[in-house]
């Protein structure tokens, strides 16, 4: 093979090199374009909603109140920030809506946006469970399964979980069903009577 036949056979892999680059390249470039504004887009159709969320949030709406508190705990159209979470779920707690004071109980017990506090998420789950709500019977249930703010106490735990089944929380059920294989028949006899008994303590 002669020299110049041998050279002849570089540029087309050279050049197939390029269109694979080139490719590439416009790929990427492309990718760039259309990826960004995903995100926006997705926000876009909330930005109304959001604002008159707000609007009637400001305007003193318990229920406006803490569906924006869970817009910015859960970052829903909005940026997360749970210090403004806590505010608006401590807005609408203050005024009795159950909902809130489950969501206000959580941020203590987690220590988001609030300084972490047993005693405080246990304050606000009890509040809520005055009012019958299933979440805070099952919040307190885990409470006292994991003695936290309180004597951990399978017996009140089950109770809770009890009331919280019975209320619609299908949670429940499966954590009153996990701690009553660690506890007596005696105190499962015990659990169930209390949960029958119990009435909120104050209206």
């Not at 206000?104 to 246990?122: E, I, K, R």
Request: charged fraction near 20%; hydrophobic fraction near 40%.
């Amino acid at each position: 093979m002669s020299p110049q036949s041998h050279h002849r056979m570089h540029p087309l892999p050279i050049t197939r090199l390029l269109l694979l680059i080139s490719l590439l390249v416009m790929g990427a470039v492309a990718s760039s374009c259309t990826s960004p504004p995903q995100p926006p887009s997705q926000l876009l159709p909330n930005e109304p909603a959001v604002s008159d969320l707000l609007k009637r949030a400001q305007g003193g709406e318990a229920d406006a109140q803490n569906q924006l508190g869970i817009h910015y705990s859960e970052g829903q159209g909005l940026p997360q920030n749970y210090q403004e979470a806590k505010y608006w779920f401590k807005k609408a707690a203050d005024q009795g809506h159950a909902g809130a004071q489950v969501n206000l109980g959580t941020l203590y017990s987690l220590g988001q946006g609030a300084p972490f506090s047993d005693p405080m998420a246990l304050f606000w789950f009890q509040k809520a469970a005055e009012q019958r709500n299933a979440l805070a019977f099952a919040k307190l249930g885990m409470m006292y399964e994991r003695g936290r703010g309180v004597s951990q106490n399978l017996v009140e735990a089950h109770m809770w979980y009890n009331l919280s089944a019975a209320y619609g929380e299908k949670r429940a059920t499966e954590s009153r069903n996990a701690i009553a294989k660690h506890m007596t028949a005696e105190q499962i006899a015990e659990a169930e009577s209390r949960a029958k008994k119990w009435t909120p303590t104050r209206r």
